[in-house]
Each structure stands twice: as structure tokens, then as C-alpha cells.
């Protein structure tokens, strides 16, 4: 989901620009409806977000390639890494609300994903709830209803004489209404535990969420502070929230 946040930072700072690609749309910073403005190109664009914009180094959605994932970091209970991930359904998101302060550099973004399946491997040192769980192997799962809040701060400093824009802080709170998760092994002597552990997380939806989703939201807010940080640091400024 952080993909989605990003790509709305990504518009806020294009659509300023003074030669900007023809497929988006400009959204004057003085226009008091901004957010709408910005909300409407995110729509023209749909489109090309399926197979992607190769000259913003925007990636396609379908599927939409994902880094390794360390959903146990900082955690001495919880150690798992997805790998190889692909992600199916991005495209169909739903950019539900967005609010710009520019006097204060603060953006609020909130959306929806109907459904989302991914497929990636897996490589697990956990206890799963009441279970301890070894093992790797290719994980598919299907969540529904994904619910995605964030806030997104960001400072102008001088340097060489210049203002320079930098993304300082993201909050991220996520919510999933629901998910089915299969994991599989190609070791015969896995079955029954991997068997234990299908049954588990998905029986204890609720408590297992409760455990992943602050990992998850600590990721999201890493990996779309970087993102936001890279398309930023190409622009002043005055280029990126001209007078």
C-alpha cells in the first residue's frame, strides 16, 4: 500500500513543475481545491499505473514488484522475511481523501484497496502465536478491505543559497478487514507443521493481526519516507511549491 502513498507524493511534487508530461494533470498550489485537483489525476493516470510510467520511474502495478520484506525486524520472537514478492489488485485502489496544508507542509492521504493477493517466498523463525514455526517455503494469501492512513510532514531549509525541500516524519496506520494466508513447503517432513501454522493464522486472524500490522506499518513508513525523499531531492523548493 505504500506504493499508492508515494505515487499521490509523487503528483503533488510533478504537478508543480514547470514542463511537466501532458497525460497529468497541473494543480496549481493556489488553487483551493488542490486535493480534488490532485485526486482527478491520480484517476487520468489509472491507466498507465497498470504497466507503468518508465520516465518517473514510477513501476507497474500489475503485479506490482516488491523488496524483501523483513516483517520481524526489531522483534526477538518474530523472525520472518518475505521474498520475491508480487502483489496483485494495486491498480484498483482508492485514493478516498487527501488534505493539504502547504503553509505547514503536511499531507494527508487515506486509501482503500478492495483486494490485494500476493504470492513470495517465505523464510520463517517464529512462533506463530502458541506455536514455535521453522521453516521456508512460497506463501499466497488474499486481504481485503486494506485501509490506509497516512500523515506526511516535510521542511524547507537553505543550503548554498538555496531553499531545498526534505520529507522529515510519515505516520502510518493501517487496517486490513480481513485476509486468507496459505503457506507451502517442499519439505515432506514440514507438512504437518505447516499444516498447524495455515490453521493457526488463520483462525486467529485478529490476534495475528494484531502482532504483524505495527511491524508492517514501520515498514510502509520507511520504505515511502525514502521514496518521497528521492523524488524531492531533484527540486528547489520554489520548484516544487512555487509563489
Do not use: W
Not at 499466497?140 to 520529507?167: D, H, I, M, P, W
Amino acid at each position: 500500500m505504500y506504493f499508492e502513498f508515494g505515487l499521490v507524493s509523487l503528483l503533488v511534487v510533478v504537478s508543480a513543475r514547470a514542463q511537466i508530461p501532458d497525460y497529468i494533470h497541473v494543480c496549481k498550489r493556489s488553487d483551493p481545491q488542490v486535493a480534488d485537483c490532485i485526486k482527478e489525476s491520480v484517476e487520468f493516470l489509472r491507466p498507465r499505473l497498470r504497466k507503468g510510467i518508465a520516465e518517473l520511474d514510477v513501476p507497474g502495478l500489475e503485479p506490482l514488484k516488491v523488496e524483501d520484506v523483513d516483517l520481524g525486524r526489531g522483534s526477538p520472537t518474530f523472525k520472518a522475511l518475505l521474498k520475491n514478492i508480487d502483489v496483485y489488485g494495486a491498480s484498483d485502489f482508492q485514493l478516498v481523501k487527501l488534505k493539504t496544508n502547504i503553509p505547514n507542509l503536511t499531507f494527508r492521504i487515506q486509501v482503500i484497496i478492495p483486494l490485494l493477493r500476493l504470492t513470495g517466498d517465505f523464510d520463517i523463525n517464529a512462533r506463530i502465536l502458541v506455536v514455535p514455526f521453522k521453516g521456508q517455503g512460497k506463501f499466497y494469501a488474499n486481504a481485503t478491505n486494506c485501509l490506509g492512513t497516512a500523515v506526511l510532514k516535510a521542511e524547507s531549509k537553505q543550503a548554498n543559497g538555496e531553499n531545498t525541500f526534505q520529507f522529515t516524519s510519515l505516520e502510518v496506520q493501517l487496517q486490513i478487514g480481513d485476509y486468507n494466508i496459505l503457506l507451502e513447503t517442499p519439505t515432506p517432513n514440514d507438512v504437518t507443521l505447516i499444516k498447524a501454522a495455515n490453521d493457526i493464522l488463520n483462525q486467529n486472524r485478529k490476534d495475528f493481526l494484531g502482532i504483524v500490522t505495527p511491524l508492517i506499518e514501520r515498514r510502509v513508513s520507511s520504505i515511502l519516507l525514502s521514496i518521497a525523499n528521492k523524488i524531492t531531492k531533484k527540486f528547489k523548493y520554489d520548484e516544487v511549491f512555487p509563489a
